[in-house]
């Protein structure tokens, strides 16, 4: 046995200001596990990275698309969910567990912390193993399939259950900023996840969500925008608010700053979600907010940022010689960077140009390499020489990692910057008689295709100096050994009775019980009397509130409430809830009403199967299927898109990037033989296309036993199939398939497609986009033995110009 | 006002909820400022300081992971 010096201060500071019993007692922490999630972390990260410079390179050069499991559209999702999930979701527990337990000072429950490290690497692989064979919800960052969701959920209960009992068991009564972003991020992600992932099975690895079109979309971004704040930001909040006081050796520049960041982070942050649906078909009303909660959003993030960067007044001399510090200084500034552009890019005018473009990924870069990225190395090595009571192995490499990393970020935003704006104003480029002057996506596309190289090189920078750091820390961990750390912990003390009388009688429990009231009387009287009384109660509010401030009554509620872990937690949740809620249940009632009357009818059980294989080889990822309110739109794609046009679509696929056009009108635009040669062969219909050949799907046949199975969990979500559309699905698909087949033997001498084959289903899935109803009419319902009229679904699907 | 108000919740009386909420927002936010510049510097001096304090008193090595190892560097 050994024995080494910690580098940390062992001067013990008493900062408490609350009464603690006499005597006292220590605990000692193995750090364990916490060890286990920062070496995952460093693993998945490499992983991740790598397949994030794979996809770089399949878009820069096509040929890189290898065989049907190493598509771009199956691969996408992977490098997402492997850098969000495995790489910032280790390290997020490893500094979570490490921060808590020293700043709660409680021990780690070892059964539930072994079962959610292994837990987690086993939804981590389970992921790499089923996203690349196609088996996806077809939902950004909520692609895992419905057993895996489960899984996720228990772990990440697990993860709760774990850190509430770390707050149960503490000897430390205040709650330091840290952990209030932990509850946040451990409550709402619970609260997300479910809510989107709520799903009817129809087979062991496929579901339908239960919401569907504008709802599914409102919802899914309600969930993708809060994965990034409540996964990517909060956690790394307190993440900085703990680390960066440890590595600069000072406290916090402002604990009064950071109790605003943090009430007003939670609540905004939730609302912000519309912003990724700007523009679209979703209601004026949520665009609305959204643009407008995301606007306030920069108060707060910059009031973070600003916490987080003069925590080092005094220090910044330090930045020139100490690593960790070097990269906590970037991070934080990064973060400011994307804070302040995610909100700009909320601008309607500005998002008119940004949405669908690369700018987008050079934005969600800078947050995910510059926040994400530098945040965590500068944890990992302040950190695993804490772990192993040894030094850096080599500060010099550290240096070499950070000045790689940053001028890797540069050359990759700037990539992204150049190549989304160019993208952008291409797209809307008129000519002198005031048609498209691109007319052709192509040209859009090759235009762009050198930033791509030049985002490659950007990439494999910060990917190479992220290996050198791995190299380092293994090295650093070998120089030393896995240490024991004991610390002092006061004596726990009673607990004292809760005075609930004062509590009840007391002003604010009051107010907002009268408050609630006028408010309960508002929602059952009409028009302007109720309006009257919305106003009366928020007047009551504002200067109730004011009056007991003044009354200095509330001098010590947040005092007290950092230290009561249980109301806190309450606290936080009314504050999540009530934005989604707020946000959600207008346009879900809306949705409801809608289904009533639409003319839209659901798919035919072909169409439905080629769709969920437009959604299992991740088309998505590059079709968008919303054509917004622009001229330069309508000309390209056709008639701007409607709730009415996505209204059976589970999952909705308006998409987020196009790198290919928008196929929401592509029904009717060109022949079945068009499709199905531009789907085994692309560049022979469109020269120039960076699009994967999929022509494995002309030889992969669909399973239609499985049909009847997935009309009948539609029918129970409340799609109008009836019993005999479910009956006959397996034939009405071979039918339809059959046409579709003989379509292409006339018209292409294409003898051998195979009616059975997955392109048949996607080319009668193409066919009906943008279409009111199918231009297939099975035999038993024909009155006379002719298809549906073409022109009459044609028109329905609006007009459009050329691509 | 009314010509505003009526046209928007038209669509659904539900709308209610966000506008609301946003008030309760503002509302909570002017609460927390206010509360925050009222408080005492010390409290906030003595919260401030429960990183740098985490009353660490010794640390060893493992003797079942470290295999014996010292430091090197």
């Known amino acids: 046995m050994s024995t080494a010096t910690a580098p940390e201060s062992l001067v013990t500071r008493e900062t408490s200001d609350e009464p603690r019993a006499p005597g006292g007692e220590t605990l000692t922490f193995e750090d364990r596990w916490i060890r286990y999630f920062v070496w995952a972390s460093v693993l998945w990260g490499v992983v991740g990275m790598l397949v994030g410079a794979l996809v770089a390179l399949q878009l820069a050069w096509w040929p890189a698309n290898v065989g049907p499991w190493l598509t771009f559209g199956r691969l996408r999702p992977l490098h997402t969910n492997a850098v969000i999930f495995a790489f910032v979701g280790n390290m997020m527990f490893a500094g979570v567990y490490h921060s808590s337990t020293r700043l709660l000072r409680a021990k780690l429950h070892e059964g539930l912390t072994a079962f959610h490290f292994w837990g987690w690497q086993l939804i981590i692989v389970s992921a790499a193993l089923t996203l690349p064979l196609g088996l996806t919800q077809g939902k950004e960052y909520a692609e895992l399939i419905w057993p895996i969701d ?150 707060p993030s910059w009031g973070g940022m600003v916490n987080g960067l003069l925590t080092l007044r005094g220090a910044w001399d330090k930045l020139r010689t100490d690593p960790v510090l070097k990269f906590f200084a970037a991070g934080v500034t990064f973060y400011g960077m994307a804070t302040f552009e995610g909100p700009l890019l909320s601008i309607r005018a500005v998002n008119e140009l940004a949405h669908y473009t690369d700018w987008i990924i050079g934005h969600v870069h800078g947050g995910a390499l510059g926040w994400n990225g530098f945040m965590a190395a500068g944890m990992f090595y302040w950190l695993v020489p804490q772990l192993y009571g040894t030094k850096l192995y080599s500060r010099r490499a550290a240096d070499w990692h950070f000045y790689v990393g940053t001028l890797g970020i540069v050359i990759y935003m700037a990539a992204m910057y150049i190549s989304g704006i160019t993208q952008g104003l291409m797209w809307r480029a008129e000519n002198e ?297 397996a034939s009405d698909a071979r039918e339809q398939a059959a046409v579709i087949v003989e379509d292409l033997r006339v018209s292409g001498d294409v003898e051998d497609a195979d009616p059975s084959s997955e392109l048949v289903a996607m080319i009668a899935y193409l066919q009906r986009l943008g279409r009111v109803e199918s231009s297939f009419v099975p035999e038993r319902d024909r009155e006379e033995p002719t298809a549906v009229s073409e022109a009459a679904a044609g028109a329905a699907a609006g007009g459009g110009g050329g691509r | 006002m009314r010509a505003i108000a009526e046209p928007f919740f038209e669509r659904s009386p539900l709308l209610l909820g966000p506008v609301f909420t946003l008030l309760l927002f503002f509302v909570v936010f002017l609460g927390v400022v206010l509360y925050v510049l009222r408080s005492k510097s010390l409290r906030f001096e003595a919260l401030s300081n429960l990183p740098l304090s985490d009353g660490r008193s010794d640390s060893t090595n493992d003797p079942n992971d470290a295999s014996g190892r010292t430091q090197e560097c």
Not at chain 1, 183 to 206: C, D, E, K, S
Not at chain 1, 218 to 237: C, D, M, R
Not at chain 1, 697 to 712: G, H, I, M, Q, S
């Open chain 1, 433 to 729: 008689g005031g048609g498209l002057l691109y007319p052709t996506f192509v040209e859009t596309v090759t235009a762009i295709l050198p930033m791509y190289w030049v985002r490659l090189v950007g990439g494999s920078m910060y990917l190479v100096g992220f290996v050198v750091m791995a190299w380092n820390l293994v090295m650093t961990a070998r120089s030393g050994a896995p240490v024991h750390v004991t610390v002092k912990v006061p004596s726990p003390l009673p607990a004292a009775p809760v005075p609930w009388g004062k509590v009840l009688g007391s002003a604010p429990v009051l107010l907002v019980i009268l408050v609630s009231t006028v408010l309960g009387a508002s929602a059952v009287l009409n028009e302007m009397a109720g309006a009257s009384l919305v106003i009366a109660a928020l007047v009551i509010a504002v200067l109730g509130g004011v009056y007991v401030q003044v009354r200095r009554v509330t001098q010590a509620v947040h005092h007290e409430l950092e230290g009561t872990g249980i109301l806190f937690t309450v606290l936080v949740t009314v504050s999540i809830l009530v934005g989604g809620i707020a946000e959600l249940l207008p346009t879900v009632a809306m949705g409801v009403a809608e289904r009533e009357t639409t003319r839209q009818t659901p798919y035919t059980p072909l169409e439905l199967e080629g769709r969920d294989v437009y959604v299992a080889e991740g088309c998505y990822t590059c079709h968008s299927q919303m054509i917004r309110p622009f001229t330069w739109e309508s000309a390209r794609y056709g008639a701007v898109s409607e709730t009415a046009d996505s209204i059976w679509d589970r999952p909705y696929q308006w998409g987020s990037k196009r790198t290919g056009p928008d196929l929401a009108r592509e029904g009717g635009r060109y022949p079945s033989l068009w499709h199905y040669q531009h789907m085994v062969d692309p560049r022979s219909t469109s020269p120039g296309s960076i699009m994967p050949s999929y022509a494995h799907l002309a030889t992969t046949p669909v399973d239609y036993e499985r049909t009847p199975n997935k009309l009948r969990t539609l029918q129970s979500l409340g799609v109008p199939y009836d019993a005999e559309d479910i009956d006959l699905a």
């Open chain 1, 150 to 299: 489960l899984a996720v959920a228990v772990v990440w209960l697990t993860f709760g259950a774990n850190f509430f009992l770390l707050l149960k068991n503490r000897r430390e009564k205040h709650l330091y900023v840290a952990i209030w972003f932990y509850i946040a991020t451990v409550v709402t992600i619970t609260v997300l996840y479910v809510l989107n992932n709520l799903a009817l099975p129809f087979a062991a690895t496929g579901s339908y969500g239960v919401f569907a079109g504008v709802q599914d979309g409102l919802v899914q971004w309600w969930y993708g925008h809060n994965a990034v704040a409540f996964f990517l930001t909060t956690p790394i909040l307190g993440i900085m608010y703990y680390y960066v006081p440890k590595a600069a050796d000072r406290p916090v520049y402002s604990y009064r700053l950071s109790i605003v960041h943090f009430w007003s982070l939670i609540f905004l942050y939730i609302w912000a979600g519309p912003h990724h649906l700007l523009n679209t078909a979703l209601p004026d009303w949520a665009q609305s907010l959204g643009m407008l909660f995301s606007l306030m959003l920069w108060a």
